[in-house]
């Protein structure tokens, strides 16, 4: 089996798993007890917030443990305008993930001014189009770090030199593998993460909230993560996580190499072929390959790829499982038709030297009986 | 060989892909998602929703064969729901399933088939095939009261000699004996009824949602021509309905005709309904061309009638019944055997 949709999700490492180990025995405890089981948790998680702090350049305070990117960019983005009973304004992009732009439709029904801008035919936004639609009202700026289906990368740290006011909001989850996300560097008031994407468990994900921000909650309850975020807390996970990041930090810089050398493989064969590479003059995440297939239907080419064995998708999953055109090639002023020979190869830290290559012969003869 | 299996989440596919992995072929399912509401969302009544995609999936999942959800809305909605709408609005008894086998399920996916290397499309119909010397022949499924060949009748050569209907073989009993025996979760599933895009709903409201033409009020005549009474919107008439028609005389009265674009309804007594003959067009043979004695088969469950058929000089056939005939509605399918064997068919244009 090859393995090329890591942007869906990865693996999981083994030392992830094996530093997850004691919370599924001895350590089970609620980190919100007394008692010396609950301890344990409490201590893990509390360690586990430290070091996810450090990877961020944030201090441990700033980190509020969720369940991953969806609930990460819900409570950052709802969070941010409805603080203290607001109907803060919301200022994102047609390319952000669902996440994000769901939460904003659901704010527009409480009377929210929601603005989304369309990004340029090159599949980046315009920093100035966010600029102008930035009014007293908005409260949150909310623009993704790099795309979950093309890999383009967005200028957020430019965009934070130059937004006054309002709260800006990164959603970084597919970066943080091949990225030095550093808070201060990008100038960002809340950043979401997951886990699973850089080999960490699924239902977990930090989101980093700038000391000084306040946001309401999305989750009630038991007050837990300083009020911001209720629930029992997973401790299991955020140990998973952080044992996560710190095997992607310390090989962030091979990793990318690797990714690198392997997309180029991948991408110069099908290149040859006839294909069309997404985003090849604009900065791309190193790990992530989407490509064009001149006449073919993505449908068929994924499903004779799954029939040999390759694991490869078109854009983001969706829950019946079949195709949709994807709104952020929409976005990107696509017809339906172009975007529907679209794929994704999306690369991780299980893809070994040979990968790219495979992956490119095993699209060829794919794509070839095609028609 | 390698096949691909259109499961539609019921028992009848569900064992027709069984039987194909028990027979030791390579198994693809797919379930086609051919409609969706305004928002995307699968329907959640009728056929083809969320909770029968999810059967079929575990089923898929059970007999360990890749599944895949199928787009299939563009094809659908132009191949089926614009003639259907059509078909409603110039007067005719729409059948959507016909259209569903002729340029969803036998054209397009057909053709999908081969871009998977599958060598056969398998479906659950309850029909037959059989080959003798290179020719092959369709045939009633084995329970006649299931028999499906009549919404097949459109099937060519070399569509009969890429397509498999293994339920076709067995009863409906002996189907859910067979999903009962293998443990297959859709074994006391019940049979759908509906069209499947229509759901739960009826299938007036649909149109009326697709058009405004359904429900202006009209008029009701007789076959004179003469004013009876008002209604309230021709979606509420079929060709033979008999109650509901807001008015009573002292002998019953039927629904004799139906006029969309003037909103006009004709009623008329049961003689009126009665027809000796009836004109059939787009009709394609499943192997030679046949003219003289056949059966004549114009409803999906209805019985075949004695005939004899001819064609005419604008390429149409002509089809004399010996006994006189019922309510014949223009636009339903029109399909000729001989015994079990499907001979060929063709659309009504002129019935009633």
Same mark, same amino acid.
């Given at each position: 089996?090859?393995?090329?949709d890591h942007?869906?999700?990865?693996?999981?490492?083994?030392e992830?798993?094996?530093?997850?180990?004691?919370?599924?025995?001895?350590?089970?405890?609620?980190a919100?007890?007394?008692h010396?089981v609950?301890?344990?948790a409490?201590?893990?998680?509390?360690?586990?917030?430290?070091?996810?702090?450090?990877?961020?350049g944030?201090?441990?305070?700033?980190?509020?443990?969720?369940s991953g990117?969806?609930?990460?960019?819900?409570?950052?983005?709802?969070?941010a305008?409805?603080?203290?009973?607001?109907?803060?304004?919301?200022v994102?992009?047609?390319?952000?993930h669902e996440?994000?732009?769901?939460?904003?439709k659901?704010?527009?029904?409480?009377?929210?001014?929601?603005?989304?801008?369309?990004?340029?035919?090159?599949?980046?936004?315009?920093?100035?189009?966010?600029l102008?639609?930035?009014?007293?009202?908005?409260?949150?700026?909310?623009?993704?770090y790099a795309?979950?289906e093309?890999?383009?990368?967005?200028?957020?740290?430019?965009?934070?030199?130059?937004?006054n006011?309002?709260?800006?909001?990164?959603?970084?989850?597919?970066?943080?593998?091949?990225?030095p996300? =550093?808070?201060d560097n990008?100038?960002?008031?809340?950043?979401s993460?997951?886990? =699973?994407?850089?080999?960490?468990?699924?239902?977990v994900?930090?989101l980093?909230?700038?000391?000084?921000?306040?946001?309401?909650p999305?989750? =009630?309850g038991?007050?837990?993560?300083?009020?911001?975020?209720s629930?029992? =807390?997973?401790?299991?996970?955020?140990?998973?996580?952080?044992?996560?990041?710190?095997?992607?930090?310390?090989?962030?810089?091979?990793?990318?190499?690797?990714?690198?050398?392997?997309?180029a493989?991948?991408?110069?064969?099908?290149?040859?072929?006839g294909a069309v590479?997404t985003?090849?003059?604009?900065?791309?995440?190193p790990?992530?390959?989407?490509?064009?297939?001149p006449d073919?239907t993505?449908?068929?080419?994924?499903?004779?790829?799954?029939?040999a064995?390759?694991?490869?998708?078109?854009?983001?999953?969706c829950q019946?499982?079949?195709?949709?055109?994807?709104?952020?090639?929409?976005?990107?002023g696509?017809?339906?038709?172009?975007a529907?020979?679209?794929?994704r190869f999306?690369?991780?830290w299980?893809?070994?030297?040979?990968?790219?290559?495979?992956?490119?012969e095993?699209?060829?003869?794919?794509?070839?009986?095609?028609? | 060989?390698?096949?691909?299996?259109?499961?539609?989440?019921g028992?009848?596919?569900?064992?027709?892909?069984?039987q194909?992995? +028990?027979?030791?072929?390579?198994?693809?399912?797919?379930?086609?998602?051919?409609?969706?509401?305004?928002?995307?969302e699968?329907p959640?009544?009728?056929?083809?929703?969320?909770?029968?995609? +999810?059967?079929a999936?575990?089923?898929?999942?059970?007999?360990?064969?890749?599944?895949?959800?199928?787009?299939?809305t563009?094809?659908?909605?132009?191949?089926v729901?614009?003639?259907?709408?059509?078909?409603?609005l110039r007067?005719?008894t729409?059948n959507?399933?016909?259209?569903?086998?002729?340029?969803v399920k036998?054209?397009?996916?057909?053709?999908?088939?081969?871009?998977?290397?599958?060598?056969v499309l398998?479906?659950?119909? @309850?029909?037959?095939?059989?080959?003798?010397?290179?020719?092959?022949?369709l045939?009633?499924?084995l329970?006649?009261?299931?028999?499906?060949?009549?919404?097949?009748?459109?099937?060519?050569?070399?569509?009969?000699?890429?397509?498999?209907?293994?339920?076709?073989?067995?009863?409906?009993?002996?189907?859910r004996?067979?999903a009962?025996?293998?443990?297959?979760?859709?074994?006391?599933?019940?049979d759908s009824?509906?069209?499947?895009f229509?759901?739960?709903g009826?299938?007036?409201d649909?149109?009326d949602?697709?058009?405004?033409?359904?429900?202006?009020?009209?008029?009701?005549?007789?076959?004179?021509?003469?004013?009876?009474?008002?209604?309230?919107?021709?979606?509420g008439?079929?060709i033979?309905?008999?109650?509901?028609?807001?008015?009573?005389?002292g002998d019953?009265? @039927?629904?004799?005709?139906?006029?969309?674009?003037t909103?006009t309804?004709?009623?008329?007594?049961?003689?009126?309904l009665?027809?000796?003959d009836?004109?059939?067009?787009?009709?394609?043979?499943?192997?030679?061309?046949?003219?003289?004695?056949?059966?004549f088969?114009?409803?999906?469950h209805? +019985?075949?009638?004695?005939c004899?058929?001819?064609?005419?000089?604008?390429?149409?056939?002509l089809?004399?019944?010996?006994?006189?005939q019922?309510?014949?509605?223009p636009?339903?399918a029109?399909v000729l @055997?001989?015994?079990d064997?499907?001979?060929?068919?063709?659309?009504?244009?002129?019935?009633?």
């Amino acid at each position: 089996m090859l393995y090329v949709d890591h942007a869906a999700t990865s693996p999981m490492r083994p030392e992830v798993w094996e530093a997850m180990a004691p919370f599924v025995g001895d350590s089970f405890g609620n980190a919100s007890g007394l008692h010396g089981v609950a301890r344990k948790a409490k201590n893990a998680l509390e360690e586990a917030r430290e070091q996810a702090a450090s990877f961020l350049g944030a201090s441990p305070m700033e980190i509020v443990f969720t369940s991953g990117g969806t609930e990460s960019d819900n409570l950052a983005v709802k969070g941010a305008a409805l603080v203290g009973g607001a109907r803060g304004g919301v200022v994102t992009t047609a390319i952000e993930h669902e996440a994000v732009l769901e939460s904003a439709k659901f704010l527009e029904i409480f009377g929210c001014p929601v603005a989304v801008m369309n990004p340029q035919p090159s599949g980046v936004i315009s920093i100035d189009d966010v600029l102008n639609a930035v009014t007293p009202e908005t409260a949150v700026v909310s623009v993704m770090y790099a795309n979950n289906e093309t890999g383009i990368c967005q200028p957020v740290a430019e965009l934070a030199a130059l937004l006054n006011g309002p709260l800006l909001h990164s959603d970084a989850v597919q970066a943080f593998a091949s990225e030095p996300l =550093h808070v201060d560097n990008l100038g960002v008031d809340l950043l979401s993460l997951a886990a =699973h994407k850089f080999g960490g468990p699924k239902g977990v994900g930090p989101l980093y909230v700038r000391s000084g921000t306040n946001l309401e909650p999305v989750m =009630h309850g038991g007050g837990q993560e300083l009020g911001r975020r209720s629930g029992t =807390h997973n401790a299991m996970g955020a140990v998973g996580m952080t044992t996560a990041m710190a095997s992607a930090v310390d090989q962030r810089a091979e990793f990318r190499t690797r990714m690198e050398t392997e997309r180029a493989a991948f991408e110069l064969k099908m290149v040859a072929a006839g294909a069309v590479v997404t985003g090849s003059d604009v900065p791309r995440l190193p790990q992530h390959a989407h490509i064009r297939l001149p006449d073919a239907t993505n449908e068929t080419v994924l499903i004779r790829l799954d029939t040999a064995g390759v694991a490869a998708a078109a854009g983001s999953a969706c829950q019946s499982g079949a195709m949709t055109v994807s709104h952020v090639l929409a976005a990107m002023g696509w017809d339906a038709e172009v975007a529907g020979g679209s794929l994704r190869f999306t690369f991780g830290w299980t893809t070994q030297p040979g990968d790219g290559l495979a992956a490119a012969e095993a699209l060829l003869a794919a794509w070839g009986n095609t028609s | 060989m390698k096949v691909l299996v259109a499961m539609s989440g019921g028992v009848d596919s569900s064992v027709a892909a069984a039987q194909m992995v +028990e027979e030791g072929h390579d198994v693809i399912g797919v379930t086609l998602k051919l409609w969706e509401g305004p928002n995307g969302e699968a329907p959640t009544a009728g056929c083809c929703t969320v909770s029968d995609s +999810e059967d079929a999936r575990r089923v898929a999942a059970q007999l360990d064969i890749p599944y895949y959800v199928l787009n299939y809305t563009s094809a659908f909605s132009q191949g089926v729901i614009d003639k259907f709408v059509d078909d409603y609005l110039r007067g005719w008894t729409p059948n959507p399933c016909v259209e569903c086998n002729r340029s969803v399920k036998f054209d397009k996916l057909l053709n999908q088939a081969a871009e998977f290397d599958c060598d056969v499309l398998v479906t659950g119909h @309850y029909a037959r095939v059989q080959e003798t010397g290179g020719q092959y022949r369709l045939l009633r499924g084995l329970d006649s009261s299931k028999d499906q060949s009549y919404v097949l009748y459109m099937l060519k050569q070399e569509q009969l000699a890429k397509v498999q209907f293994p339920v076709g073989e067995h009863t409906k009993a002996e189907t859910r004996a067979i999903a009962g025996e293998l443990g297959l979760r859709t074994a006391l599933k019940p049979d759908s009824q509906d069209i499947c895009f229509v759901g739960r709903g009826d299938y007036r409201d649909f149109v009326d949602g697709q058009t405004d033409v359904a429900t202006s009020p009209g008029d009701m005549v007789d076959t004179a021509g003469n004013k009876v009474a008002e209604h309230t919107g021709v979606a509420g008439f079929t060709i033979g309905q008999r109650r509901g028609l807001g008015v009573t005389f002292g002998d019953p009265r @039927y629904v004799i005709k139906v006029e969309p674009a003037t909103s006009t309804v004709v009623i008329g007594k049961k003689e009126d309904l009665e027809t000796v003959d009836c004109v059939l067009s787009d009709l394609t043979w499943i192997g030679d061309s046949h003219e003289g004695s056949a059966t004549f088969q114009y409803r999906a469950h209805g +019985e075949p009638a004695a005939c004899r058929v001819e064609a005419t000089e604008d390429e149409s056939w002509l089809v004399t019944f010996d006994r006189l005939q019922l309510a014949i509605a223009p636009g339903q399918a029109g399909v000729l @055997y001989q015994a079990d064997e499907v001979l060929g068919g063709g659309t009504i244009t002129r019935g009633t």
